[in-house]
Protein backbone atom coordinates (compact mmCIF):
# COMPACT_ATOMS: atom_id res chain seq x y z
CA UNK A 1 0.00 0.00 0.00
CA UNK A 2 1.32 3.27 -0.97
CA UNK A 3 1.73 5.91 1.59
CA UNK A 4 -0.02 8.53 -0.66
CA UNK A 5 -2.97 5.88 -1.10
CA UNK A 6 -2.83 5.87 2.53
CA UNK A 7 -3.66 9.29 2.73
CA UNK A 8 -6.33 9.40 0.18
CA UNK A 9 -8.24 6.52 2.64
CA UNK A 10 -7.58 9.06 5.66
CA UNK A 11 -9.71 11.77 3.79
CA UNK A 12 -12.62 10.00 3.57
CA UNK A 13 -12.21 8.68 7.24
CA UNK A 14 -12.03 12.12 8.41
CA UNK A 15 -15.64 12.89 6.33
CA UNK A 16 -17.23 10.28 8.04
CA UNK A 17 -16.10 10.96 11.32
CA UNK A 18 -16.88 14.63 11.09
CA UNK A 19 -20.15 13.96 9.72
CA UNK A 20 -20.92 11.38 12.04
CA UNK A 21 -19.80 13.70 15.18
CA UNK A 22 -21.94 17.04 13.62
CA UNK A 23 -24.75 14.18 13.36
CA UNK A 24 -25.03 12.72 16.90
CA UNK A 25 -23.51 16.60 18.80
CA UNK A 26 -25.38 18.97 16.39
CA UNK A 27 -22.21 21.05 17.16
CA UNK A 28 -21.78 23.35 14.45
CA UNK A 29 -18.05 23.48 14.82
CA UNK A 30 -18.66 19.77 12.96
CA UNK A 31 -19.63 21.89 9.77
CA UNK A 32 -16.91 22.54 7.30
CA UNK A 33 -17.59 26.32 7.69
CA UNK A 34 -16.41 26.23 11.53
CA UNK A 35 -14.15 22.82 11.02
CA UNK A 36 -11.36 24.72 9.19
CA UNK A 37 -10.36 26.86 11.98
CA UNK A 38 -7.99 26.87 14.67
CA UNK A 39 -8.40 26.93 18.45
CA UNK A 40 -6.65 27.12 21.61
CA UNK A 41 -6.87 23.42 21.92
CA UNK A 42 -6.18 22.53 17.89
CA UNK A 43 -3.40 24.77 16.97
CA UNK A 44 -1.86 24.79 13.26
CA UNK A 45 1.80 26.15 13.05
CA UNK A 46 1.16 29.97 13.56
CA UNK A 47 -2.37 30.29 12.15
CA UNK A 48 -4.33 32.47 15.12
CA UNK A 49 -6.81 30.64 16.60
CA UNK A 50 -10.06 31.48 14.89
CA UNK A 51 -8.44 31.47 11.71
CA UNK A 52 -8.81 28.96 8.54
CA UNK A 53 -6.06 26.39 8.06
CA UNK A 54 -7.06 26.14 4.13
CA UNK A 55 -10.02 26.87 2.03
CA UNK A 56 -13.09 25.28 2.26
CA UNK A 57 -12.93 23.84 -1.10
CA UNK A 58 -9.38 22.09 -0.14
CA UNK A 59 -11.56 20.55 2.82
CA UNK A 60 -13.89 19.11 0.12
CA UNK A 61 -11.20 17.90 -1.85
CA UNK A 62 -9.61 16.02 0.95
CA UNK A 63 -12.78 14.41 2.26
CA UNK A 64 -13.61 13.30 -1.51
CA UNK A 65 -10.03 11.38 -1.26
CA UNK A 66 -8.42 13.95 -3.09
CA UNK A 67 -4.65 14.16 -2.61
CA UNK A 68 -4.30 17.46 -0.48
CA UNK A 69 -0.08 17.77 -0.72
CA UNK A 70 0.07 19.39 2.84
CA UNK A 71 0.23 16.56 5.04
CA UNK A 72 -0.67 18.61 8.73
CA UNK A 73 -3.65 18.92 7.29
CA UNK A 74 -4.70 15.51 7.33
CA UNK A 75 -3.30 15.18 11.21
CA UNK A 76 -4.89 18.51 11.75
CA UNK A 77 -8.18 17.33 10.88
CA UNK A 78 -7.46 13.77 12.56
CA UNK A 79 -6.66 15.62 16.10
CA UNK A 80 -10.23 17.55 15.67
CA UNK A 81 -12.18 14.11 14.87
CA UNK A 82 -9.96 12.64 17.57
CA UNK A 83 -9.21 9.63 15.07
CA UNK A 84 -5.49 8.36 14.97
CA UNK A 85 -3.19 7.40 12.05
CA UNK A 86 0.28 6.49 11.55
CA UNK A 87 2.32 4.73 8.95
CA UNK A 88 3.13 0.92 10.00
CA UNK A 89 5.87 -0.32 7.98
CA UNK A 90 5.87 -3.63 9.42
CA UNK A 91 1.70 -3.68 8.86
CA UNK A 92 2.16 -2.66 5.37
CA UNK A 93 4.30 -5.31 4.27
CA UNK A 94 2.08 -8.26 5.44
CA UNK A 95 -1.61 -6.71 5.43
CA UNK A 96 -1.69 -7.69 2.23
CA UNK A 97 -0.56 -11.09 1.65
CA UNK A 98 -2.83 -11.84 5.01
CA UNK A 99 -5.96 -10.68 3.37
CA UNK A 100 -5.66 -12.61 0.52
CA UNK A 101 -4.44 -16.07 2.56
CA UNK A 102 -8.21 -15.54 4.43
CA UNK A 103 -10.52 -14.85 1.63
CA UNK A 104 -9.33 -17.77 -0.51
CA UNK A 105 -9.40 -20.10 2.03
CA UNK A 106 -13.39 -18.64 2.60
CA UNK A 107 -13.80 -19.16 -0.86
CA UNK A 108 -12.45 -22.72 -0.78
CA UNK A 109 -14.48 -23.67 1.92
CA UNK A 110 -10.97 -24.38 4.14
CA UNK A 111 -12.46 -23.12 7.85
CA UNK A 112 -9.39 -24.14 9.41
CA UNK A 113 -7.00 -22.68 7.59
CA UNK A 114 -8.75 -19.40 7.75
CA UNK A 115 -9.04 -19.31 12.13
CA UNK A 116 -5.13 -19.57 11.54
CA UNK A 117 -4.72 -17.01 9.24
CA UNK A 118 -7.22 -14.75 11.28
CA UNK A 119 -4.79 -15.29 14.55
CA UNK A 120 -2.19 -14.30 12.52
CA UNK A 121 -4.10 -11.57 11.35
CA UNK A 122 -4.90 -10.22 14.74
CA UNK A 123 -1.44 -10.41 16.06
CA UNK A 124 -0.72 -7.96 12.71
CA UNK A 125 -3.68 -5.40 14.04
CA UNK A 126 -3.59 -6.12 18.07
CA UNK A 127 -0.37 -3.30 18.59
CA UNK A 128 -2.01 -0.90 16.03
CA UNK A 129 -5.25 -1.01 16.30
CA UNK A 130 -5.86 3.11 17.64
CA UNK A 131 -5.02 3.09 14.09
CA UNK A 132 -8.45 4.63 12.40
CA UNK A 133 -7.32 3.09 9.11
CA UNK A 134 -6.07 0.08 10.22
CA UNK A 135 -8.24 -0.78 12.52
CA UNK A 136 -11.08 -0.24 9.74
CA UNK A 137 -9.26 -3.24 8.04
CA UNK A 138 -9.38 -5.34 10.72
CA UNK A 139 -13.48 -5.38 11.33
CA UNK A 140 -14.05 -5.35 7.73
CA UNK A 141 -12.00 -8.91 7.84
CA UNK A 142 -13.52 -9.67 11.15
CA UNK A 143 -17.35 -9.22 9.35
CA UNK A 144 -16.40 -11.02 6.50
CA UNK A 145 -15.24 -13.93 8.06
CA UNK A 146 -18.14 -13.88 10.86
CA UNK A 147 -20.29 -13.58 7.67
CA UNK A 148 -19.50 -16.19 5.39
CA UNK A 149 -18.31 -18.92 8.05
CA UNK A 150 -21.09 -18.24 10.39
CA UNK A 151 -23.83 -17.21 8.37
CA UNK A 152 -24.14 -13.80 10.89
CA UNK A 153 -24.83 -10.78 9.37
CA UNK A 154 -23.34 -7.18 10.12
CA UNK A 155 -25.48 -4.56 12.31
CA UNK A 156 -27.44 -2.28 10.09
CA UNK A 157 -25.45 0.45 11.46
CA UNK A 158 -21.60 -0.88 10.14
CA UNK A 159 -23.46 -1.44 7.24
CA UNK A 160 -24.06 2.05 6.43
CA UNK A 161 -20.61 2.73 7.62
CA UNK A 162 -19.30 0.55 5.02
CA UNK A 163 -21.08 1.93 2.15
CA UNK A 164 -19.94 5.37 3.42
CA UNK A 165 -16.11 4.42 3.51
CA UNK A 166 -15.94 1.91 0.87
CA UNK A 167 -13.69 3.12 -0.67
CA UNK A 168 -10.75 2.72 1.68
CA UNK A 169 -10.85 -0.91 1.65
CA UNK A 170 -8.50 -2.83 -0.67
CA UNK A 171 -9.92 -4.18 -3.83
CA UNK A 172 -9.62 -7.97 -2.95
CA UNK A 173 -11.53 -7.52 0.23
CA UNK A 174 -13.67 -4.45 -1.70
CA UNK A 175 -14.70 -7.65 -3.53
CA UNK A 176 -16.43 -9.20 -0.44
CA UNK A 177 -18.35 -6.87 0.63
CA UNK A 178 -19.78 -5.97 -2.58
CA UNK A 179 -20.86 -9.92 -1.98
CA UNK A 180 -22.01 -9.64 0.92
CA UNK A 181 -23.85 -6.51 0.45
CA UNK A 182 -25.96 -8.06 -1.98
CA UNK A 183 -26.63 -11.04 0.07
CA UNK A 184 -27.62 -8.85 3.15
CA UNK A 185 -30.33 -6.81 0.85
CA UNK A 186 -31.85 -9.97 -0.10
CA UNK A 187 -32.98 -10.72 3.85
CA UNK A 188 -33.07 -7.00 4.64
CA UNK A 189 -35.60 -5.69 2.21
CA UNK A 190 -35.81 -2.53 3.95
CA UNK A 191 -32.54 -1.60 4.00
CA UNK A 192 -33.17 0.40 1.24
CA UNK A 193 -29.15 2.88 1.81
CA UNK A 194 -27.82 -1.06 0.74
CA UNK A 195 -30.10 -1.98 -2.01
CA UNK A 196 -29.09 1.38 -3.78
CA UNK A 197 -25.53 0.73 -2.85
CA UNK A 198 -25.71 -2.67 -4.77
CA UNK A 199 -26.91 -0.45 -7.88
CA UNK A 200 -24.11 2.08 -7.94
CA UNK A 201 -21.36 0.15 -7.94
CA UNK A 202 -21.46 -1.79 -11.36
CA UNK A 203 -18.26 1.00 -12.35
CA UNK A 204 -16.47 -1.17 -9.46
CA UNK A 205 -16.59 -4.27 -11.49
CA UNK A 206 -13.09 -6.02 -11.67
CA UNK A 207 -12.60 -9.44 -13.21
CA UNK A 208 -12.25 -11.74 -10.03
CA UNK A 209 -15.41 -14.00 -9.65
CA UNK A 210 -16.15 -12.57 -6.42
CA UNK A 211 -17.20 -8.91 -7.93
CA UNK A 212 -18.56 -10.60 -10.86
CA UNK A 213 -20.98 -12.72 -8.34
CA UNK A 214 -21.98 -9.65 -6.56
CA UNK A 215 -23.39 -8.66 -9.63
CA UNK A 216 -24.52 -11.26 -11.01
CA UNK A 217 -27.31 -11.12 -8.02
CA UNK A 218 -27.53 -7.65 -8.32
CA UNK A 219 -28.83 -7.70 -11.76
CA UNK A 220 -31.34 -10.69 -10.82
CA UNK A 221 -32.55 -8.28 -7.97
CA UNK A 222 -33.34 -6.04 -10.61
CA UNK A 223 -35.03 -8.17 -13.04
CA UNK A 224 -32.13 -8.24 -15.47
CA UNK A 225 -31.49 -12.06 -16.49
CA UNK A 226 -29.31 -11.84 -19.22
CA UNK A 227 -26.96 -9.26 -17.95
CA UNK A 228 -27.12 -11.57 -14.62
CA UNK A 229 -26.50 -14.80 -17.09
CA UNK A 230 -23.26 -12.60 -18.69
CA UNK A 231 -21.77 -12.23 -15.29
CA UNK A 232 -22.65 -16.11 -14.71
CA UNK A 233 -20.70 -17.10 -17.66
CA UNK A 234 -17.71 -15.19 -16.62
CA UNK A 235 -17.62 -17.02 -13.35
CA UNK A 236 -17.36 -20.24 -15.42
CA UNK A 237 -14.15 -19.15 -17.40
CA UNK A 238 -12.60 -17.22 -14.20
CA UNK A 239 -13.50 -19.93 -10.91
CA UNK A 240 -14.07 -23.45 -10.45
CA UNK A 241 -14.24 -24.47 -7.01
CA UNK A 242 -15.85 -24.55 -3.48
CA UNK A 243 -19.32 -25.30 -2.48
CA UNK A 244 -20.04 -21.86 -1.51
CA UNK A 245 -19.59 -20.10 -4.56
CA UNK A 246 -21.11 -23.27 -6.47
CA UNK A 247 -24.28 -23.13 -4.88
CA UNK A 248 -24.63 -19.33 -5.07
CA UNK A 249 -24.07 -19.31 -8.77
CA UNK A 250 -26.44 -22.36 -9.31
CA UNK A 251 -29.23 -19.90 -6.80
CA UNK A 252 -28.75 -17.27 -9.21
CA UNK A 253 -28.93 -19.43 -12.43
CA UNK A 254 -32.17 -21.18 -11.54
CA UNK A 255 -33.60 -17.87 -10.31
CA UNK A 256 -32.46 -15.91 -13.61
CA UNK A 257 -33.89 -18.62 -16.11
CA UNK A 258 -36.98 -18.87 -13.91
CA UNK A 259 -37.16 -23.16 -13.95
CA UNK A 260 -39.98 -22.87 -16.46
CA UNK A 261 -40.20 -26.83 -17.34
CA UNK A 262 -35.92 -26.87 -16.81
CA UNK A 263 -36.18 -30.17 -15.09
CA UNK A 264 -32.63 -30.80 -15.37
CA UNK A 265 -32.00 -27.70 -13.62
CA UNK A 266 -33.65 -29.48 -10.39
CA UNK A 267 -31.63 -32.62 -10.94
CA UNK A 268 -28.44 -30.37 -11.04
CA UNK A 269 -29.71 -28.37 -8.10
CA UNK A 270 -30.48 -31.51 -6.32
CA UNK A 271 -27.06 -33.60 -6.85
CA UNK A 272 -25.04 -30.35 -5.53
CA UNK A 273 -26.65 -30.25 -2.18
CA UNK A 274 -25.91 -33.60 -2.11
CA UNK A 275 -22.78 -33.24 -2.92
CA UNK A 276 -21.69 -30.12 -0.70
CA UNK A 277 -24.04 -31.07 1.89
CA UNK A 278 -21.21 -30.87 4.63
CA UNK A 279 -20.38 -27.90 4.04
CA UNK A 280 -19.38 -26.21 7.10
CA UNK A 281 -20.08 -22.59 6.20
CA UNK A 282 -23.37 -21.03 7.81
CA UNK A 283 -23.92 -18.70 4.54
CA UNK A 284 -24.29 -21.26 2.28
CA UNK A 285 -26.88 -23.17 4.16
CA UNK A 286 -29.14 -20.04 4.07
CA UNK A 287 -28.23 -20.06 0.29
CA UNK A 288 -28.58 -23.81 0.04
CA UNK A 289 -32.02 -22.94 1.56
CA UNK A 290 -32.26 -20.24 -1.19
CA UNK A 291 -32.52 -23.38 -3.72
CA UNK A 292 -34.53 -25.70 -1.85
CA UNK A 293 -37.32 -22.14 -2.36
CA UNK A 294 -36.96 -22.02 -5.91
CA UNK A 295 -37.79 -25.54 -6.04
CA UNK A 296 -40.75 -25.00 -4.27
CA UNK A 297 -41.62 -22.02 -6.21
CA UNK A 298 -41.49 -24.31 -9.88
CA UNK A 299 -43.39 -26.71 -7.75
CA UNK A 300 -46.13 -24.55 -6.89
CA UNK A 301 -46.05 -23.34 -10.39
CA UNK A 302 -46.49 -26.71 -12.38
CA UNK A 303 -48.98 -27.58 -9.32
CA UNK A 304 -47.10 -30.25 -8.00
CA UNK A 305 -48.14 -29.26 -4.46
CA UNK A 306 -47.64 -31.82 -2.05
CA UNK A 307 -43.97 -32.21 -3.56
CA UNK A 308 -43.79 -28.15 -2.88
CA UNK A 309 -45.29 -28.59 0.80
CA UNK A 310 -42.94 -31.30 1.95
CA UNK A 311 -40.06 -28.72 0.57
CA UNK A 312 -41.53 -25.61 2.56
CA UNK A 313 -42.23 -27.69 6.03
CA UNK A 314 -38.33 -29.10 6.28
CA UNK A 315 -37.30 -25.42 4.99
CA UNK A 316 -39.42 -24.12 8.24
CA UNK A 317 -37.94 -26.36 9.91
CA UNK A 318 -34.71 -25.86 9.40
CA UNK A 319 -34.12 -22.24 8.05
CA UNK A 320 -34.93 -18.86 10.44
CA UNK A 321 -34.20 -16.67 6.88
CA UNK A 322 -37.06 -18.44 5.14
CA UNK A 323 -39.11 -20.01 7.78
CA UNK A 324 -42.23 -16.98 7.23
CA UNK A 325 -42.36 -16.77 3.36
CA UNK A 326 -42.49 -20.97 4.01
CA UNK A 327 -45.40 -20.78 5.87
CA UNK A 328 -46.81 -18.20 3.98
CA UNK A 329 -46.96 -20.56 1.04
CA UNK A 330 -48.05 -23.44 3.43
CA UNK A 331 -51.12 -21.26 4.27
CA UNK A 332 -51.88 -20.17 0.84
CA UNK A 333 -51.36 -23.78 -1.05
CA UNK A 334 -53.74 -25.22 1.88
CA UNK A 335 -55.19 -23.35 4.65
CA UNK A 336 -57.00 -26.35 6.51
CA UNK A 337 -54.24 -28.94 5.69
CA UNK A 338 -51.40 -26.94 6.65
CA UNK A 339 -52.55 -24.94 9.91
CA UNK A 340 -52.07 -26.93 12.35
CA UNK A 341 -48.45 -27.70 11.44
CA UNK A 342 -48.36 -23.76 10.91
CA UNK A 343 -49.79 -23.14 14.34
CA UNK A 344 -47.24 -25.93 15.55
CA UNK A 345 -44.62 -24.04 14.28
CA UNK A 346 -45.63 -20.38 14.89
CA UNK A 347 -45.44 -21.66 19.00
CA UNK A 348 -41.93 -24.15 18.53
CA UNK A 349 -39.99 -22.29 16.06
CA UNK A 350 -40.87 -19.38 14.86
CA UNK A 351 -38.38 -16.27 16.55
CA UNK A 352 -39.64 -13.29 15.82
CA UNK A 353 -37.38 -11.40 17.61
CA UNK A 354 -34.57 -12.80 15.66
CA UNK A 355 -36.19 -12.39 12.07
CA UNK A 356 -33.55 -10.09 10.25
CA UNK A 357 -36.30 -7.91 8.21
CA UNK A 358 -39.41 -5.47 10.00
CA UNK A 359 -41.42 -6.56 6.99
CA UNK A 360 -40.93 -10.01 7.56
CA UNK A 361 -41.39 -9.73 11.58
CA UNK A 362 -44.81 -7.93 10.66
CA UNK A 363 -45.91 -11.14 8.45
CA UNK A 364 -44.68 -13.32 11.30
CA UNK A 365 -47.50 -11.56 13.40
CA UNK A 366 -49.76 -11.47 11.42
CA UNK A 367 -49.69 -15.41 11.16
CA UNK A 368 -49.48 -15.68 14.82
CA UNK A 369 -52.45 -13.90 15.73
CA UNK A 370 -54.53 -16.42 13.17
CA UNK A 371 -53.30 -19.43 15.00
CA UNK A 372 -54.30 -17.89 18.08
CA UNK A 373 -58.01 -16.91 16.10
CA UNK A 374 -57.87 -13.94 17.15
CA UNK A 375 -61.62 -12.07 16.25
CA UNK A 376 -61.45 -11.53 12.41
CA UNK A 377 -61.96 -7.53 12.69
CA UNK A 378 -58.76 -7.43 14.25
CA UNK A 379 -57.00 -9.30 11.47
CA UNK A 380 -58.28 -7.53 8.89
CA UNK A 381 -57.20 -3.72 10.71
CA UNK A 382 -54.26 -5.76 10.74
CA UNK A 383 -53.57 -6.34 7.41
CA UNK A 384 -54.71 -2.64 6.37
CA UNK A 385 -52.65 -1.06 8.72
CA UNK A 386 -49.38 -2.62 9.11
CA UNK A 387 -48.79 -5.08 5.99
CA UNK A 388 -50.80 -3.14 3.38
CA UNK A 389 -48.40 -0.45 3.31
CA UNK A 390 -45.18 -2.85 2.48
CA UNK A 391 -46.63 -4.17 -0.18
CA UNK A 392 -46.52 -0.74 -1.17
CA UNK A 393 -42.67 -0.70 -1.10
CA UNK A 394 -42.83 -3.22 -4.22
CA UNK A 395 -39.71 -5.17 -2.19
CA UNK A 396 -41.62 -8.35 -1.55
CA UNK A 397 -42.33 -11.35 -3.87
CA UNK A 398 -45.32 -11.03 -6.00
CA UNK A 399 -47.17 -14.21 -3.82
CA UNK A 400 -46.96 -12.21 -0.72
CA UNK A 401 -49.67 -9.90 -2.32
CA UNK A 402 -51.50 -12.17 -3.46
CA UNK A 403 -51.21 -14.18 0.13
CA UNK A 404 -52.45 -10.69 2.09
CA UNK A 405 -54.71 -9.68 -0.99
CA UNK A 406 -56.79 -13.26 -0.41
CA UNK A 407 -56.69 -12.78 3.16
CA UNK A 408 -58.24 -9.66 2.61
CA UNK A 409 -61.01 -10.90 0.93
CA UNK A 410 -61.77 -13.62 2.94
CA UNK A 411 -61.73 -11.98 6.30
CA UNK A 412 -63.87 -8.53 4.43
CA UNK A 413 -66.49 -11.45 3.43
CA UNK A 414 -66.93 -13.09 7.00
CA UNK A 415 -67.03 -9.68 8.79
CA UNK A 416 -68.84 -7.45 6.03
CA UNK A 417 -66.44 -4.75 6.22
CA UNK A 418 -66.18 -4.21 2.90
CA UNK A 419 -64.08 -0.95 2.68
CA UNK A 420 -61.19 -2.84 4.24
CA UNK A 421 -60.81 -4.73 1.33
CA UNK A 422 -61.08 -1.09 -1.04
CA UNK A 423 -57.94 0.59 1.60
CA UNK A 424 -55.98 -2.82 0.71
CA UNK A 425 -56.59 -3.00 -3.46
CA UNK A 426 -56.08 0.98 -2.70
CA UNK A 427 -52.39 0.08 -1.50
CA UNK A 428 -52.08 -2.43 -4.73
CA UNK A 429 -53.09 0.64 -7.04
CA UNK A 430 -50.41 3.31 -5.24
CA UNK A 431 -47.71 0.58 -5.80
CA UNK A 432 -48.30 0.16 -9.77
CA UNK A 433 -48.66 4.16 -9.98
Known sequence: MQYQQNLSRIGILISHERKKLLRVSGDPS???????????????????????????????????????????????????????????????????????????????????????????????????????????????????????LEGRFPEPKWMDRMIDIYEIYPPQLGSYLLLMNEIYVATHLLHECCADFGNQMEHQLTDDPISCLAFALNRLRNNKSISSLNYLRKIRTLFDSSCFFTTLNLHAEMNTRMLGEDSEMIKQAETILERYSYCPLGISVYLQNEVHMSEALHFIEQAKLSRAEDILRNLVSTSNFHSVSALILLDLIDSDRNSGFIAASIDTRIAIDDLYDDGYRVMAEYLMLKVKQVEKSILLAFIVNEIAPLMGLRLYPDYFNGYFAKETCRLAKDTAMYKYSFLFLKHEYDRWT
Not at 40 to 61: I, K, W, Y
Not at 88 to 101: A, C, G, N, P, V
Open 30 to 148: YTRKWFLLTSFNHEFFDVSAGQAVCSRSTLTRLENGLLIYEEELYRFFLRKCGLTYFYDLEFEQHYSFLIDKILTHIALSEVEQVRTNLIEWKQLVAPINENVLYRSFDEAISIVVSFF
